[in-house]
């Protein structure tokens, strides 16, 4: 019995120098395994970072073990996720969005020096999700961070000739109405190299660059992270905040029928449906539809409506090879 008494408590002192151990060497193991995602940020934190001067002081008061490991932190956020089709081809839901994240924004060169003729929100008829940079046609267009193209397309109603850059820091950027496109789908770039040349393509009233940053493929007013006027980011670190960074997301606004019909990728009627995920209570929850164009696939109106392929044929019950016939009336909201 003693001898049983004696191996209980060596057994019992051993538990505790080892729990003891192994409490202190956790936070160690933890802060070497901290990802690019940081869903731990408190909620009184997310609250306070009302805008992108709060965050620059936050993200500077972070030690670099809070940065995203690796040289091309997209590749995990957007878990291998890469197509062509269109704008919002890899979006993914708000729900799935982490709730904060760093984004290295060190490496950032201005695509223009021109001053923003049209900011980014509400329109009259539609919203706005980029900005609008002045410049002349022929002007160079630079690519704001190192990264590499994932879209070069012409749409005649909308961004006119346009490039979408994946970066490696997991924002994509927006490159519109430009003249002459300079690189190819797939091809790497580095910040500040020429994509494009500035024009007036697609719906445009006269020549400007229509810029856009993007993050999991919903759009962020570029005033969150960049001074314009300075040419400069407003942090080096940045840490974007959910609901700090798609505030405007709460903007509603509802427009007829007709209205609807008329909106396109670049700029989209905030109306509760357009861009934003499942249903809003306090809009109508009457469908919307869009009518068939000769030559429209569903890749085209899927970033017309700001809305995935996937959830137009769900919502329609038809498949990605489908052949849409002129005057075909297509649910997308």
């Known amino acids: 019995m003693k001898q049983r008494l004696t191996l209980l408590a060596a057994v019992g002192v051993i538990g505790f120098f080892s729990t003891a151990a192994l409490a202190q060497s956790t936070p160690r193991v933890e802060k070497k395994r901290k990802s690019l995602i940081a869903n731990n940020v408190s909620f009184s934190k997310q609250t306070h970072l009302l805008d992108s001067v709060i965050a620059k002081h936050m993200s500077e008061d972070q030690d670099d073990d809070y940065l995203p490991e690796g040289d091309n932190p997209a590749d995990e956020l957007y878990d291998g996720a890469w197509s062509s089709r269109g704008v919002n081809a890899n979006r993914i839901e708000l729900s799935r969005v982490p709730d904060s994240v760093y984004i290295d924004c060190s490496g950032y060169i201005p695509p223009v020096t021109g001053a923003i003729t049209s900011e980014f929100g509400a329109r009259k008829k539609r919203?706005?999700?980029?900005?609008?940079?002045?410049?002349?046609?022929?002007?160079?267009?630079?690519?704001?961070?190192?990264?590499?193209?994932?879209?070069?397309?012409?749409?005649?109603?909308?961004?006119?000739?346009?490039?979408?850059?994946?970066?490696n820091n997991g924002l994509e950027t927006v490159y519109g109405h430009l003249s002459e496109v300079k690189v190819f789908e797939g091809q790497n770039v580095r910040a500040g190299q020429c994509i494009g040349l500035g024009g007036s393509t697609g719906r445009s009233t006269g020549p400007h660059l229509h810029f856009e940053t993007r993050f999991l493929g919903n759009p962020i007013n570029p005033n969150k992270f960049f001074d314009f006027e300075k040419g400069t980011a407003l942090a080096n670190k940045y840490l974007l905040v959910k609901e700090v960074a798609f505030d405007y997301k709460h903007f509603k606004k509802g427009k007829s029928k007709g209205e609807h019909e008329e909106t396109t990728a670049e700029e989209t009627v905030s109306t509760g449906r357009h861009g934003k995920h499942g249903k809003d209570k306090s809009?109508?929850?009457?469908?919307?539809f869009h009518k068939v164009k000769n030559g429209e696939t569903l890749s085209h109106i899927a970033d017309r409506y700001n809305v995935?392929?996937?959830?137009?044929?769900?919502?329609?019950?038809?498949?990605?090879?489908?052949?849409?016939k002129p005057g075909k009336k297509i649910k997308y909201s």
Do not use: E, W
């Open 283 to 288: 809009v109508s929850a009457r469908a919307q």
């Open 308 to 324: 995935s392929i996937d959830k137009l044929c769900k919502m329609n019950k038809i498949s990605r090879t489908t052949l849409l």
């Open 127 to 167: 919203y706005h999700y980029g900005m609008d940079l002045r410049l002349s046609i022929g002007d160079p267009v630079g690519s704001a961070f190192d990264g590499k193209v994932r879209v070069t397309k012409y749409d005649r109603g909308g961004y006119g000739s346009y490039v979408v850059i994946r970066h």
